[in-house]
């Protein structure tokens, strides 16, 4: 890491002395009200159900509306797809429609088209990538041509918080026809953005919707192209941003964000993302490192990790330690009562010597921050845990954990913007594929607090689950993310907690 950063500061340095010759490029997207964005993962499924990475979150936004939207400043429910809606029973909501919507291939929207997509992805046969966003769903019926009715499987009072998230409007017409396989190949939605070229795992090309609906609370998009490369190596990105090949890129290393800062072509934005960063622990009966199913060792990983320092010197500005799997603005995320563990390396060599483990050798799986991994890996060998990194793409890196060959993770999640704790700690420890701790006492507290109508049950029941997984230590809670973007310096742009990059509110100076 080191030699690479000397050699993105010579590249720096030239490029600071060389003034703002390098600001033509920007003038030249300028001028055709185009965007360029590079982003180092590419989505496993431009379908929205059907992927799993932040880049993906952000295509679906542009791309597709919800029914309902939250404002991310005000966090105030807005109808989007849905102009109405009304609380039936604990169990029914009815929604009424908005008229006049065309999908981007032109079919009318309608009940139709709410109906299959509630329905296709509440069928757990369709394999719907996270089901914690849609196994709440029961099923959705026709009252009229603009009228619907969901009713959910239990009662589940975050609903219209997910509606307003992941859960996005296919045409029904159109997704039949091609199903997700299609549906990833050529995109349709009633975004304020169209797909107009995709490249799987190179790049893909969004164009202003003309025909986007007034109303909405998503307005219409000013920039007419967004063109979004997958560029996985961070240098190449840096690299691009300094040339001007480049106008937007984000998850910038503090390091580097901090030398951009001295670049008078470009502007650095940084701010706290609800995105949290942790490590699993594999504690499984047959977990393939049994030294993990002792909870001293998982204890003197905990102990020998410097959180602080972490945060201080490589995560930046805005960034917070966390003690339990949650975002601290989710309904029901709290650290009360949970055991905290201090960076203390003596004691997290004499918690493995008491467990009698020597020689540890771990493999730890991570797909971003790698700077972060690195750092992790430093502090377990100062304790006498060593580590060989798999670092891998997101879906990837997934399949290891759930087919059970993962002994450490470092990863992070974004909860897909949803600001309850449903959205984040059951993903991991409600027996569901990536739950590589599986206590029954959690789960059910995690499903009593998912579907309790009362919020005092709810917020005990989580806070009861969080304190179990934290004094057991299931796993490491690091700190949430903050994320640096860097940009030309005259696209005028807003950074969210929520990490959407929103193209429709985009604009250049």
């Known amino acids: 890491m080191l030699g690479m950063n000397r050699g993105f500061a010579l590249v720096l340095t030239s490029v600071v002395l060389a003034g703002t010759a390098l600001s033509t490029p920007a003038w030249a997207q300028k001028a055709a009200n185009t965007i360029r964005f590079a982003y180092d993962q590419a989505p496993e499924s431009v379908d929205p159900f059907f992927n799993n990475t932040r880049i993906g979150v952000i295509i679906g936004a542009n791309v597709w509306d919800t029914l309902v939207y939250r404002d991310p400043v005000t966090n105030e429910y807005k109808g989007q797809l849905a102009t109405s809606w009304k609380q039936v029973d604990d169990r029914t909501i009815d929604f009424d429609l908005r008229q006049g919507v065309k999908f ?3 079919e009318e929207f309608d009940a139709d088209d709410v109906v299959y997509t509630l329905n296709f992805i509440a069928r757990p046969e369709n394999k719907v990538v996270t089901q914690g966003n849609v196994n709440w769903i029961e099923k959705a019926e026709k009252l009229d041509k603009y009228k619907v009715r969901l009713t959910t499987r239990e009662v589940f009072p975050a609903a219209i918080e997910y509606l307003a998230g992941p859960v996005v409007i296919h045409p029904n017409e159109y997704y039949e026809k091609v199903g997700p396989k299609g549906q990833n190949e050529k995109p349709v939605g009633s975004g304020p953005y169209k797909v107009t070229n995709y490249v799987p795992g190179k790049s893909i090309t969004l164009e202003l919707n003309k025909d986007y609906f007034s109303g909405s609370p998503k ?14 190596d961070r240098q190449t990105q840096m690299a691009e941003a300094l ?8 998850n910038v290393p503090k390091d580097q964000a901090d030398q951009f800062k001295t670049v008078p072509t470009l502007q650095v934005v940084s701010g706290e993302t609800m995105r949290i960063v942790f490590m699993q622990i594999n504690a499984l009966e047959n977990s393939p490192a049994p030294a993990l199913k002792d909870e001293r060792v998982r204890k003197a990983i905990i102990h020998a990790i410097d959180r602080e320092a972490m945060v201080k010197n490589i995560v930046g500005e805005g960034s917070r330690v966390l003690n339990t799997i949650c975002f601290p603005s989710q309904f029901g995320c709290t650290d009360e009562g949970a055991a905290r563990y201090p ?25 971003r921050e790698r700077n972060q991994t690195e750092a992790l890996i430093g502090y377990l060998q100062r304790v006498g845990i060593k580590t060989n990194l798999r670092f891998l793409q997101y879906a990837a890196m997934r399949e290891v954990v759930s087919s059970n060959k993962a002994m450490l993770t470092h990863q992070t999640w974004g909860s897909f913007s949803v600001n309850d704790v449903s959205a984040s700690t059951p993903n991991f420890f409600a027996f569901r594929s990536e ?7 959690v789960r059910d507290l995690l499903n009593k607090g998912n579907n309790s109508v009362d919020p005092e049950i709810r917020k005990d029941a989580y806070r009861r ?3 179990i997984i934290a004094d057991k230590a299931y796993a490491v809670p690091l700190f949430s993310l903050s ?13 969210y907690p929520d ?11």
Not at 219 to 232: D, H, L, S, T, W
Not at 243 to 250: K, R
Not at 349 to 367: M, P, Q, W
């Open 483 to 495: 994320t640096y973007y860097v940009a030309s310096k005259d696209l005028v742009f807003k950074p």
């Open 219 to 232: 307005p219409r998009a000013r920039i007419g192209k967004v063109e979004i490369r997958f560029i996985p």
């Open 465 to 467: 689950a969080l304190k």
């Open 343 to 367: 960076y203390d390396p003596a004691k997290a060599k004499a918690l493995l010597a008491e467990a009698g483990v020597s020689n540890l050798t771990l493999d730890i799986v991570a797909y």
């Open 435 to 441: 739950d590589i701790t599986r206590d029954a006492a």
């Open 104 to 106: 981007h291939n032109g």
């Open 243 to 250: 040339s001007g090949g480049v106008d937007l890129i984000m």
């Open 499 to 509: 990490e959407i990059v929103r193209f429709w509110e985009m604009s250049w100076k």
